[in-house]
């Protein structure tokens, strides 16, 4: 697990664009239950989400049309929640950064760190 001091920083950089985080398994069951659209972004401390994610990201809300929701968790600090996002996007392997949209809790897109 990441240093809160160090992870922060680059939470705060979503949360403050929009983002509300996914803090453990029943915040991203509840938030995934609900219907409408929904981003969910696993945030990470690497250079990609760094230099092409969170820029990307934040880019992507200078829209008319926009998720009904906005949602993160960080990779390798908020273990559960990341977990539990996980299994919602499946088939696809575990990535980190990444970008899922779901519409009415069902995965219908899937940006994988190697895109």
């Known amino acids: 697990m990441y240093p809160a001091e160090i992870v922060n920083p680059m939470k705060a950089e979503l949360v403050e664009a929009g983002f509300s985080e996914l803090l453990d398994a029943n915040a991203v069951d509840a938030a995934l239950a609900e219907e409408g659209t929904s981003v969910v972004v696993l945030n990470s401390v690497c250079g990609c989400a760094a230099g092409s994610m969170r820029p990307g990201v934040k880019a992507s809300l200078e829209n008319a049309k926009l998720p009904s929701k906005l949602l993160t968790a960080f990779a390798g600090f908020d273990v559960e929640a990341v977990e539990r996002?996980?299994?919602h996007t499946l088939p696809y392997p575990p990535?980190?950064?990444?970008?899922a949209l779901f519409k009415d809790g069902k995965l219908v897109h899937m940006v994988e760190r190697h895109h």
């Open 85 to 87: 996002v996980r299994k």
């Open 95 to 99: 990535s980190s950064p990444a970008v």
